[in-house]
């Protein structure tokens, strides 16, 4: 157990509609990321929070936002869903965010959209 | 932009025998991060070993180390005395200073008994 939560574990829901998956990072970390992981993309770095800031922007779609909170936890909005969006939504934690920090990952988030 | 390609998609070895996955990445930067993770049927993502790009030195841990071509932009993991709980994908990452990362597409290991 990495000590990194993620909820929903499944989330199915049609194209169009709007998600949240929530993300509680591990006692102490500061430090979000979340990452997508899809069949066509591989994986890919989305965006990263540290302590409530935005630090670091990847290959976020504009139809995504993401937010962390004053307790730490982040969330991730995924809106007018479409088909390729379907992929398991990774979120990981560390201590300060800083350069090649170890990261916990917490299980993931399996979206399909259909 | 950075880019990250592991050449062999699939890959076997027997137990107790030693495998090597390659990694080959492209940037300009002097100065970044290399990983690798490794993601077990679980999909559980777990860090196996960095290396930070100013150290000549090539990180070890346990039965996993690399190495690491800076001039070259290789770094490849090196598993010895393979086991049957290292069957996993294995995933080669980049980390630049402005902490954005980016993904090989992934190396998939199976240990036979």
């Known amino acids: 157990d990495s000590g990194v939560t993620q909820t929903p574990k499944h989330l199915i829901t049609a194209t169009g509609q709007r998600v949240t998956l929530r993300c509680s990072p591990r006692?102490?970390?500061?430090?979000v990321y979340w990452y997508q992981q899809s069949l066509d993309q591989g994986l890919q770095f989305l965006i990263q929070y540290y302590n409530g800031e935005e630090r670091a922007k990847g290959n976020i779609l504009e139809r995504f936002s993401a937010q962390q909170f004053p307790d730490l936890h982040s969330e991730l909005n995924l809106s007018s869903l479409e088909l390729g969006d379907s992929a398991l939504y990774f979120c990981?934690?560390?201590?300060?965010?800083?350069?090649?920090?170890?990261?916990?990952f917490g299980s993931g988030t399996q979206l399909s959209v259909l | 932009a950075q880019t990250v390609t592991q050449s062999q998609p699939e890959m076997s070895v027997q137990e107790a025998e030693t495998v090597t996955l390659s990694c080959t990445y492209d940037?300009?930067?002097?100065?970044?991060?290399l990983f690798w993770y490794k993601q077990p049927p679980s999909r559980q993502m777990i860090l196996v070993i960095r290396?930070?790009?100013?150290?000549?030195q090539n990180a070890t841990e346990n039965r996993f180390s690399v190495n690491f071509q800076k001039a070259a932009k290789s770094f490849s993991l090196k598993i010895s005395d393979s086991q049957l709980g290292d069957t996993a994908m294995y995933f080669c990452a980049f980390m630049n200073p402005g902490n954005q990362f980016y993904f090989g597409t992934g190396t998939s290991l199976t240990v036979i008994p």
């Open positions: 006692s102490g970390d500061l430090s």
């Open positions: 290396q930070e790009a100013y150290k000549q």
């Open positions: 940037t300009s930067e002097s100065n970044y991060y």
């Open positions: 990981a934690s560390s201590v300060s965010g800083g350069g090649g920090e170890k990261l916990f």
